[in-house]
Structures are given as C-alpha cells and as structure tokens.
C-alpha cells in the first residue's frame, strides 16, 4: 500500500498502473462523502476511463434504509461484463464496493481508498477503530448521537424525542469496514483535508 496525500502524485501512480496493462476495473472505495465521486471524475476524465457510480438510480434502489442488500447486481454484472468484452477500462466507485464487487465476483485491478480530512484529522477513522468490536462501535456512534441530539435541542429551544437506530447505510459501512479493512488493503490510499482543499 502506498499512500498519496496530492493529486498529482495520484495520477502519477494510476498512470503509471494502466501502462502494466491487464487493467479492466479500478474501484475507489471510502465513506460516505470522503470525494469519490469528486476523485472519479477527475481520473475518468484524465485517463479517458468508463465511470459506473453505484449511488447511480441504474444501480442503486434508494431510500431502502441500506446499501449493499439494494444494488441492482445482475445489471451491475452485465454492465461490467460489456465494458470489458469491448476493452473499456473503467472505474467504479461508491461505499463497500468491495464487497458489492465480491458479490459479482469480480476482482478490481486497482483498489483506491479515500480518505477524507478535517482539520489533519480523520473522522470517519474513529468509526472504524478495528481494536474494538462492531457492537462497540455502534455503542459509540449512540452516545454520539445522543450529545449532538441533546446540544441540537438546546440551541434550538425545542425538545424532540431521542430515537437512534444503527441501520441501513451506516450499518453497512461499518459491518464492511470491519469485514474488508479497505482502508488498510488498499493498493492506494489517497488522503485529502477538506480545510486544505
């Protein structure tokens, strides 16, 4: 694993991977809003690849409270399967696109994680604190929760009713996480801070 912390140094290391050849798929993992997205489209347009966002409404059957139970598989599947009889190297992105590609079983040729910074700190990290157990963390995010629920009520005179249910995306994202470890198997680790940006 090598890990990036500017966008040059990323497209030189991706250009340098597609000119090994036997490249097909480049899969760009990270949390939600860590800049997939944002980083696909800059690779996609700089190295004339296929861009597939499984946030996409083709691929993705939304507000199902979840992610990877809500993927349209099969159509994902062909959709790969077209681009590379035609030779179309492409880069797919979303969250656990690891184990969505696993499902298909389908091996990325390139696996890119993103890492997304906020004042030097990686935020999305404590979620995926690998010492502790998932119910650990789940525990964690609640009291989390909880605090913001309880300062938001305040600054907002008003009292809502606490309700915290640890489901549907952020479930996925942990339950992944602990799985996979993407952001410790990752060929590349790109990191960026927001405030630098």
């Given at each position: 694993?090598?890990?990036?912390?500017?966008?040059?140094?990323?497209?030189?290391?991706?250009s340098k991977y597609l000119k090994k050849?036997?490249?097909?798929?480049?899969?760009?993992?990270?949390?939600?809003?860590?800049?997939?997205?944002?980083?696909?489209?800059?690779?996609s347009s700089r190295f004339n690849l296929k861009h597939i966002e499984l946030d996409d409404d083709r691929?993705?059957?939304?507000?199902?409270?979840?992610?990877v139970d809500y993927i349209r598989y099969e159509?994902?599947?062909e959709d790969l399967d077209k681009l590379k009889s035609k030779g179309q190297i492409s880069i797919i992105e979303g969250i656990c696109v690891l184990e969505i590609l696993n499902r298909i079983k389908i091996l990325p040729?390139?696996?890119?994680?993103?890492?997304?910074?906020?004042?030097?700190?990686?935020?999305?990290g404590e979620c995926f604190d690998y010492t502790s157990s998932i119910e650990e963390q789940m525990q964690?995010?609640?009291?989390?929760?909880?605090?913001?629920?309880?300062?938001?009520?305040?600054?907002?005179?008003?009292?809502?009713?606490?309700?915290?249910?640890?489901?549907?995306?952020?479930l996925d994202k942990l339950?992944?996480?602990?799985?996979?470890?993407?952001d410790q198997i990752a060929d590349i680790v790109y990191v960026w801070d927001e405030e630098a940006a």
């Open positions: 694993m090598v890990e990036l912390n500017n966008i040059d140094e990323l497209y030189n290391s991706v050849g036997n490249s097909f798929l480049i899969a760009l993992d990270g949390a939600d809003g860590s800049g997939k997205t944002t980083i696909a489209n800059l690779l691929y993705l059957i939304t507000n199902q409270g979840g992610y159509l994902l599947k040729s390139l696996h890119i994680y993103i890492k997304k910074l906020k004042f030097g700190l990686w935020l999305d964690k995010d609640r009291e989390q929760f909880k605090r913001f629920h309880e300062f938001e009520s305040q600054m907002n005179n008003e009292q809502k009713e606490f309700n915290y249910e640890t489901k549907g995306i952020f339950e992944y996480h602990f799985k996979f470890n993407p």
